[in-house]
């Protein structure tokens, strides 16, 4: 039987950090998926922001990687699936989805679906929740969250404990002092973890890839050694390239 051929994944950076580009490369060099994709990676031109803080920054960047594919610079018809790597409810999957017949989807989107299917059964008390960046992004997520759920948006969910902030922005992590992210983020963490049963840990910020061990330090911090190491951290890039492998198989068998 022939080997089928790899899977074309694009992975989007709609913003103009090519340090965080660099980041999202790292954290997937390593995964035993590669096997089956053929990975494209992309940054947005200078024109967009090099950090997505808040809702102008989400449309700044959408209007300026949507201009870059109409003069023709990124060609969608070369991919399988798009991964728009972005934490937030970014406009670009929406609209990449009506551009392309590819599959697309986001880290938030993505991250999301993962947590729900890693932790315990709906009737346990596992929860999952996001540390993030700045403070925009605790509403914005959660309303992002009952949104993806189908609930009214400050609906409670009994198995999202809610997104926790840092302080920092995406930029930060790779420029200001190593100690200062370490303490911003383990704080946000902490405080998550002791505002519910945590079971899962998503980080949200695709500059956070490769922080894990901050994250799982204060999971040990707060649970102990034994759960501590237990807890699941969900890097959003990963959990995205797991998901369209998932959906390219799904879209083929069922067909």
């Known amino acids: 039987m022939a080997t089928p051929p ?3 994944v694009l992975i989007l950076n709609p913003n103009s950090s090519t340090a965080m580009t660099e980041g999202m490369k790292t954290a997937v060099a390593k995964m035993p998926l590669l096997e089956y994709l053929d990975i494209s990676i992309y940054t947005a031109p200078s024109s967009a922001p090099g950090s ?29 699936a798009i991964l728009v790597a972005c934490f937030s409810v ?13 599959a697309v ?29 700045g403070a925009f992004w605790e ?10 759920l189908g609930q009214t948006a400050g609906q409670t969910n009994d198995r999202y404990a809610g ?8 930029g930060d992590f ?32 695709g500059g956070m890839a490769g922080l894990e061990s901050i994250i799982r330090d204060a999971a040990v911090q707060v649970y102990g050694e034994e759960r501590g190491k237990s ?14 492998y998932q959906t390219i198989l799904s879209r083929r068998e069922f067909v």
Request: aromatic share 4%.
């Open 105 to 133: 989807t986001g880290i938030f989107e993505a991250s999301v679906l993962t947590s729900l299917s890693i932790i315990a059964p709906p009737g346990g008390n596992d929860s999952w929740g996001i540390v993030t960046t």
């Open 163 to 170: 997104t926790f902030s840092s302080g920092l922005t995406a």
């Open 52 to 80: 997505i803080n808040d809702d102008e920054g989400i449309q700044a960047s959408t209007e300026t990687v949507l201009a870059d594919i109409l003069a023709g610079n990124l060609k969608l018809d070369r991919f399988d």
């Open 139 to 148: 509403k914005h997520l959660g309303d992002g969250v009952n949104e993806f």
């Open 6 to 8: 790899k899977i074309k």
């Open 174 to 205: 790779h420029t200001v002092s190593p100690e200062q992210v370490q303490d911003k983020l383990k704080d946000a963490t902490i405080r998550l973890l002791k505002s519910s049963n945590i079971r899962c840990v998503v980080m949200g910020c």
């Open 231 to 244: 807890v699941y951290i969900v890097d959003g890039v990963r959990a995205g390239l797991l998901q369209l």
């Open 90 to 102: 970014h406009t670009l999957v929406s609209k990449l989805s009506t551009m392309t017949s590819a």
